[in-house]
T-cell receptor, first 113, second 113 residues
């Protein structure tokens, strides 16, 4: 089955700097790659997703890039703010949506004031 | 608010006992997914139901079972509980057609003592 590796497990950046979280996947048939943000004690919330027919997608300060050849995708957050502090999960699916999502183990992003 | 409702929010029970977790999906969503989140394992997919039928199975133990009722709410039954079953259990729902995103409920925190 699909295996998703996520790095780093913890990332500390200064407020205003950029943060990058990377994921690799094993199944070349994966075609849907969402990113979820989970604040302490709360539910995971979708922040951005990308499908395999697109190489990059941007939404304000958040962007996701996908390299199908290398089977990796990354989350980029620019101009980080204190409210960006959370755990971020990447995931991959071969079925184009919520079906069959395999999650990475998460990255704890800490924004230092 | 994602529209996915889980009850109870917290549950404390003893080893060997049986508990039932309940999930009401977003209005109109046909798919329900159950995930287990523990500190060292991230978000582990347990099982999916679509319109009352089991659609996919993940890393669900034989001591665990689930069902989806005609009104589309779902229950996850955990029996012969062990200390290691202590975790946050999330339910998510999606609209069903390929490409729909998953919306997570607030989770049930289960503590087995």
């Amino acid at each position: 089955g699909e295996n998703v590796e996520q790095h780093p497990s913890t990332l500390s950046v200064q407020e205003g700097d950029s943060a990058v979280i990377k994921c690799t996947y094993s199944d070349s048939a994966s075609n849907y790659f969402p990113w979820y943000k989970q604040e302490l004690g709360k539910r995971p919330q979708l922040i951005i997703d990308i499908r395999s027919n697109v190489g990059e997608k941007k939404d304000q300060r958040i962007a996701v890039t996908l390299n199908k050849t290398a089977k990796h995708f990354s989350l980029h957050i620019t101009e980080t703010q204190p409210e960006d502090s959370a755990v971020y999960f990447c995931a991959a699916s071969t079925r184009g949506g919520a079906d069959g999502l395999t999650f990475g183990k998460g990255t704890h992003l800490i924004i230092q004031p | 608010d994602s529209g996915v409702t889980q009850t109870p929010k917290h549950l404390i029970t003893a080893t060997g006992q049986r508990v039932t977790l309940r999930c009401s999906p977003r209005s109109g969503d046909l798919s329900v997914y159950w995930y287990q989140q523990s500190l060292d394992q991230g978000l582990q997919f347990l099982i999916q139901y679509y319109n009352g039928e089991e659609r996919a199975k993940g890393n669900i133990l034989e001591r665990f079972s689930a069902q989806q009722f005609p009104d589309l709410h779902s229950e996850l039954n955990l029996s012969s509980l062990e200390l290691g079953d202590s975790a946050l259990y999330f339910c998510a729902s999606s609209g069903g057609p390929v490409g729909a995103e998953a919306f997570f409920g607030q989770g049930t925190r289960l503590t087995v003592v």
